[in-house]
């Protein structure tokens, strides 16, 4: 028994290291294969093209955040979420809502504002897209 006694802590130890240093979700693959990339011209085509034929806001951003460009290239991609997205919501939107809609974009148009570089303005781009998918999410009408 006495053997055993130094092995339980050691044995915790790495019990809880492994809990603590393992990745909490993996992060969505992009969907968008070599063929498709080949096939459309360019990576930065068939994500286009994925985004577009997304069949919701969810799963276009889901699209656009799986496969940015992390570029100034990612401001298109944003666009086409943007039209899935906002015509769930804002057409209905009361003003609050619009003026809480804007305020979350003004907060993501800082990111370019602050840096510089094209990767700021694709973050920010992906930003923006994520305010009106979840803007979407909380305020379109149900049913």
Known sequence: ?????????????????????????AADRCPVTDAAAEKAGGFANAVSAAVKSAWSCGGAYQVLEACQLGSSGDNALSAMVLSKCEPMFLPKATPAIKADYKKARAKCD???????????????????ARSARDFARKFAPKG
């Open 1 to 25: 028994m006495l053997q055993y006694r130094n092995v339980f802590p050691a044995l915790a130890f790495m019990l809880l290291s492994c809990a603590f240093t393992s990745p909490v979700m």
């Open 110 to 128: 800082q990111i370019a504002l602050k840096n510089e570089g094209s990767m700021y303005q694709g973050q920010a781009a992906v930003c923006i």
